[in-house]
């Protein structure tokens, strides 16, 4: 084994197979390190590929010898290998850098706290339908990188974490979309949330005046931000309060209108295919980017009313004896579970739970008390949900399975109840990650 490569790769997950792939292509010398498991499936296609690899632990001689690394957006800057690889002055890159590098295709770049993977993959659904050659990438969907290697496309649409923006320097994104700011990650961040709004800034680091940033413009946090940096692309707001928007889109009269000065496309709300006041922001995003791209209205009218959202998120499993059971185990941050609880009328038997990044649920309280009757815990350490509800819920539950965490809901609930899993807590405890979390949950449910 050689002892020198020109990039190390760190992570052996679907971005870092990627970015070792598209290396390989490139002609540069690659080598992949993951200190845990490398699945069977990348251990296959990192063996087509004759690019050698590591796991269960990191050879350091051969890592600290790169002349770049790309660095797995899950390994936080703390642990011992990048300190001393920022020690050494060692470029870390994300895979999405080092991808862009490689194409000259047009990036729609979506981030946001909330939304990311609803928006990216409405704007993909309209691109695709309208026939233009797009790619979906990002945090979501084939790497991107794997794709640029593998693929010719003309524009790809790239869902970014706070993660995968920290390691991007000269991206470019041509349209850039930031749909909201709420405190997520902040164990990542110092728990310093201006540290955490600066990284989905980043976003619009690079663009220019020939390029688009679509924002929330009721978001104080995003609001307050644009009044201190910079922006040299042109802005297109959208908004639920102000109706005065020349570019960008609004709410009016229970329709949405997007607006280019020049024309305007109108939908209602009830021809939306996704419903709930928290998507009313993603179809205004996603609909100010299409018009941008210069859809066709048909095509967007129809694609915003055949659409179908995303898995694990808001989505209803089952019916059980007049209960119903709702999978958002995608809600990983206290935002996101705000929304869900909203969205219900009925009374919910709350399933949450998971790694508490930090969160502050004050601003779950006055829904919690007015709509939860019971909560069940579903994570290895539940004191943060014991402490922030135990006051106004009488019943907390603590279960470490979703097996458990279903079957003791299904026992609490009664017929016309909602049963949710919305856990406001990241799922890596007793879960591979959010999906596993959701699938565990449904399995369950199909068995009671």
């Known amino acids: 084994m050689d002892t020198h490569y020109q990039i190390v790769v760190l992570g052996g997950g679907e971005s870092g197979v990627g970015a070792a792939i598209l290396a390989k292509k490139k002609g540069k010398s690659v080598f992949v390190s993951d200190n845990g498991r490398i699945q069977q499936k990348y251990i296959d296609v990192l063996i087509h590929n004759e690019i050698d690899f590591e796991d269960g632990g990191h050879t350091k001689s051969i890592i600290l010898s790169a002349e770049e690394v ?120 110092e728990y310093n949330f201006n540290n955490y709004v600066d990284s989905k800034f980043r976003i619009l680091q690079n663009q220019t005046k020939d390029d688009a940033l679509i924002y929330w413009m009721d978001d104080p946090v995003i609001t307050k931000k644009l009044k201190h940096v910079g922006v040299e692309a042109q802005e297109y707001p959208f908004s639920l309060i102000n109706k005065n928007i020349v570019q960008g889109a609004y709410l009016k009269n229970e329709k949405i209108i997007i607006t280019d000065n020049k024309t305007q496309i109108e939908m209602t709300l009830e021809q939306l295919a996704l419903q709930g006041k928290h998507n009313i922001h993603n179809s205004m995003a996603a609909g100010v980017a299409s018009k941008l791209m210069d859809i066709r209205r048909e095509t967007l009218k129809q694609c915003f009313s055949d659409f179908h959202n995303v898995a694990h998120r808001l989505e209803y499993v089952s019916s059980v004896h007049g209960i119903s059971f709702i999978n958002d185990s995608k809600a990983t941050n206290v935002n996101s579970a705000w929304y869900a609880l909203e969205h219900y009328e009925k009374p919910i038997v709350w399933i949450a739970g998971g790694i508490d ?67 406001a807590c990241a799922s890596m405890d007793l879960f591979e990650n959010y999906e596993d979390r959701g699938n565990q949950f449904k399995t369950a449910v199909k068995e009671l």
């Open 70 to 189: 790309i660095k797995s957006p899950g390994i936080p800057d703390t642990v011992e290998i990048i300190r001393k690889l920022i020690e050494k002055n060692i470029p870390i890159i994300s895979e999405i850098e080092f991808a862009s590098r490689y194409t000259k295709a047009k990036l729609i770049c979506i981030t946001g706290s909330n939304g990311k993977t609803t928006t990216t993959l409405l704007i993909y659904h309209v691109l695709k339908t309208a026939g233009i050659n797009v790619g979906l990438a990002g945090n979501i969907g084939q790497s991107f990188a794997k794709q640029v290697a593998e693929c010719n496309y003309d524009v790809y649409v790239l869902e970014l974490s706070s993660f995968q923006l920290d390691g991007m320097f000269t991206v470019r994104a041509n349209i850039a979309i930031l749909l909201n700011i709420t405190p997520d990650h902040l164990d990542r961040y």
């Open 357 to 423: 990044k930090g969160n502050d649920y004050s601003i779950l309280k006055e829904l919690v008390k007015k709509k939860v009757k019971a909560i069940v815990c579903l994570g290895e350490d539940n004191r943060p949900i014991h402490d922030a509800f135990g006051d106004i819920v009488e019943t907390i539950v603590d279960t470490q399975s979703a097996f458990h965490a279903v079957n003791t809901a299904y026992q609490l609930a009664k017929k016309g109840y909602i049963v949710l899993l919305s856990p």
